[in-house]
């Protein structure tokens, strides 16, 4: 779960100052950006949303959508449009060129995928995303990346995995960072999540070169770690994280962002020369986080991406929209419940479903939040996106909430764009988005939403 402030849907800043120096940011957190002209777009997976940063690395415009959850990467694809890797491995293109209007989005090849592109952003490469692992086992045929089109479909394969001793690992070993050099579509560069390596491919899938760090003695693929005792299904697997992004910068060196201790607590950078795969350089930042931009010369500045994202301004809310007029279950009476009925009231539209597990647990929260303020100040809009009718009235009857249900039918998700359920919206009392809510975050997110809740209600 997390939580994402209501900015604007697309938030344009002017500012003024010396002339641009020109830097590009590589990386911001642990996420690689995407330079389009003298811009870079970062994600902010915290925020839910796109930044994009001049070279003086001021803060020029904001992207937000409800398709935005937790963007995790991006990268250029064309002359004025973003490919966006959220967490979760789906890919969501934005046009940027005008008001920053969703185009398209897929599924990815890969349980989680995370998307790479050259500089024409004609070719795309997917590869097992390093920000989400699951467990799974594979097959030693199967290939460590996928070649898409320009639509997300699969056009081949490229290379094959490492398969390791435990399979339901394969997943994890397999997993990494991935980068298309601008200058050159058959360059692929590889950095595994989990292994001391970095490798240049061809367009076949063949090493080019592969540059370790010495880290290790000797490398080992990860292991099941033996059950703590009273807890024989309690499994962990022990492994240490070594890659994390990678990115070209400006001067046309490889930039590799990985870990300084095998939990990932501190961070390193490595430069290479991309053509040999020597490291000219390795800077140990020493902080779990990190904003490292580069000008066109390889000098390297390394900045606090908290103080970067601070320059964001706070308002600028949005209108929730499209407004909804659904059927009610109460009674079923027919009666139809409009978004303009919560009119003058902070309100949190909720979108549910009884397949949901997440959803289950949070209903108790939402109708011990709902009984916390006066109706005449706060309301819960609660929109079930159920298909089967039986199903959601069984989950109703064992919930029994105080709160009103509305039918969506399950069409909530094609007219809102959600990334998955639960999502809420918490409203103003006109109506404007103050936050989103990615998830269900426990007693804790609630006790902040009841915070949030009371300060709207006492703004004038």
Known sequence: MHRSLGVGAVLALASCGPAPSELSLLFLGRSPTAQIGNITWAPDPDRSR?????????????????????????A????????????????????????GTPLREWEGPFPSSLYATGGSGAHIVAARSPYSVLLLAEQGSEPLLWRLDTLGARTHGIGTIHVPEVPY?????????????PNDDNAIYFAPLVRDEIL??????????????????????????????????ELKVAYAIVNIALALGPDGRLYVLGAQDSAATRLR????DPRAGRIVTTRMLGTGQAAVAVDRHGAIRILDPDSLLAQAPTGGRETFAP?????????????????SAYGGKVTLVNFWASWCDPCREEFPHMGALYRDFARSDFDIAAISDDV????????????????????????????YHYRGLPYSVL?????????????????AQFQRLRETIAEEIRAP
Not at 269 to 272: A, F, G, I, M
């Open 269 to 272: 950078l490595d430069v290479l």
């Open 76 to 99: 250029r694809l064309g002359s004025n449009r973003l490919l966006v890797t959220e967490r979760t491995g789906e890919a969501v293109v934005f046009d940027i060129a005008g008001a």
């Open 200 to 233: 240049r491919l061809d367009a076949t899938g063949e090493t080019v070169w592969r540059t370790p760090r010495g880290l290790f003695r000797q490398e080992t693929d990860p292991k099941f770690m033996p059950p703590a005792p009273g807890k024989p299904r």
């Open 169 to 181: 690992l394969a997943q994890l070993v397999n997993a990494g960072a991935v980068a298309l050099d």
């Open 323 to 339: 407004p909804f007029a659904l059927p009610t279950l109460a009674g079923d009476t027919g009666d139809t419940l409009r978004l």
């Open 388 to 415: 089967d009718d039986a199903k959601m009235r069984a989950f109703l009857r064992e919930f029994r909430p105080p709160f009103p249900i509305l039918v969506g039918g399950g069409r909530m998700k094609g007219t």
């Open 427 to 443: 409203l103003d009392r006109h109506g404007r988005i103050v936050e989103r809510i990615f998830g269900f975050g426990g007693a």
């Open 50 to 74: 796109l930044v994009a940063f001049d070279g003086d690395l001021h803060i020029v415009r904001i992207i937000a959508d409800p398709r935005l959850a937790t963007p995790m990467a991006v």
